[in-house]
């Protein structure tokens, strides 16, 4: 099993839905997460963090589920300018400051 | 305000040769970061340093060596290419937040 795990996608939506992306991790240890966006051939971009109460900026919104293991991002009324990868970012316990990325999950936004 | 920058951008190189790809910053940020990015298997470490003087190994540091002798600057070398080494190397730092600032990125082809 991967240590972070998304589902790739690509997800096709039209402009205006809700969409919502899952990721998975495997080391409840872990103790910092983040959503990371990254255009066609760019570098990441933080988009947000993931806190134990729940994260809102804006049309986006991140839970943390610690149980479960899994965080969650939802993009509310999507734009044509939302289409990215959108990465799930998980750092290693411990404190060490190293970092975990998944494969990304691929948004697609129509017109 | 530049934030993290790679020089260079692009670079072929043939089978054998040597490289060094620098990165710098100026966020005053302890922890550096290599990553590599390849098709379908997200950004993998391959080192990073918690401050001036200092490296340390991440997952994939083979082939690779790393040296950070100030604090904004840290290099990345390739002491003899090889094809596998084809990729796109992202450097990152971060501070205090564990948040990470990533540089545009260089795109690597080992003919």
Redesign the interface.
Do not use: S
């Given at each position: 099993r991967k240590e972070v795990e998304q589902d790739p996608g690509p997800f096709n939506v039209p402009e205006g839905a809700t969409v919502a992306f899952n990721c998975t991790y495997s080391n409840s240890a872990s103790q910092s997460f983040f959503w990371y966006r990254q255009d066609c051939r760019k570098e990441p971009k933080l988009l947000m963090s993931v806190y134990s109460s729940g994260n809102e900026d804006g049309r986006f919104t991140a839970q943390l589920n610690r149980a479960s293991q899994y965080i969650s991002l939802l993009i509310r009324d999507s734009k044509l300018s939302d289409s990215a990868t959108y990465l799930c970012v998980v750092n290693r316990p411990s404190g060490t400051y190293k970092y975990i990325f998944g494969t990304g999950t691929r948004l697609k936004v129509l017109a | 305000n530049a934030g993290v920058t790679q020089t260079p951008k692009f670079r072929v190189l043939k089978t054998g040769q040597s490289m060094t790809l620098l990165c710098a910053q100026d966020m005053n940020h302890e922890?550096m970061y290599w990553?590599r990015q390849d098709p379908?298997?997200?950004?993998?470490?391959i080192h990073?340093s918690?401050g001036e003087g200092t490296t340390a190994k991440?997952e994939v540091p083979d082939g690779y060596n790393v040296s950070r002798l100030k604090k904004q600057n840290f290099l990345l070398g390739l002491e003899s290419a090889a094809p596998s080494q084809t990729s796109v190397y992202?450097c990152a730092s971060?501070g205090g937040t564990?948040?990470?600032?990533?540089?545009?990125?260089t795109r690597l082809t080992v003919t």
């Open positions: - | 922890y990553y379908g298997m997200g950004l993998r470490l990073y918690v991440g992202f971060t564990y948040e990470q600032y990533f540089g545009p990125g």
